[in-house]
């Protein structure tokens, strides 16, 4: 499992790529149009379509993340670690 977190840069969006232990593995600058991941060349990839999701829901510079395969949301609790949407109270679900 991959799971994504998002963060803006100024120009654009930094997609942070980790482990479903949250060890880091790669970050991938991107925006509609591009991104520096692998499959960056084809007219699309998952990070050029998880970022108007992420936009949509407010998730942009959050502790939410994505597993993209499995289109779960996750938050990064600092004190429980990954906490499933559904277990997750208040404003901070799905908008």
Request: proline share 5%; aromatic share 14%.
């Amino acid at each position: 499992m991959s799971i994504y977190n998002v963060k803006s840069n100024g120009n654009g969006y930094h997609f942070h790529k980790h482990d479903e232990d949250l060890n880091p593995e790669n970050v991938y600058d991107t925006s509609l149009k591009e991104c520096t991941c692998p499959g960056g060349r084809r007219p699309t990839c998952r990070h050029r379509q998880m970022l108007p999701v992420f936009q949509h829901l407010g998730r942009v510079n959050t502790g939410w993340m994505y597993d993209f395969e499995n289109e779960s949301w996750y938050y990064l609790d600092q004190e429980k670690g990954l906490v499933p949407e559904n277990r997750v109270k208040g404003w901070w679900r799905r908008a």
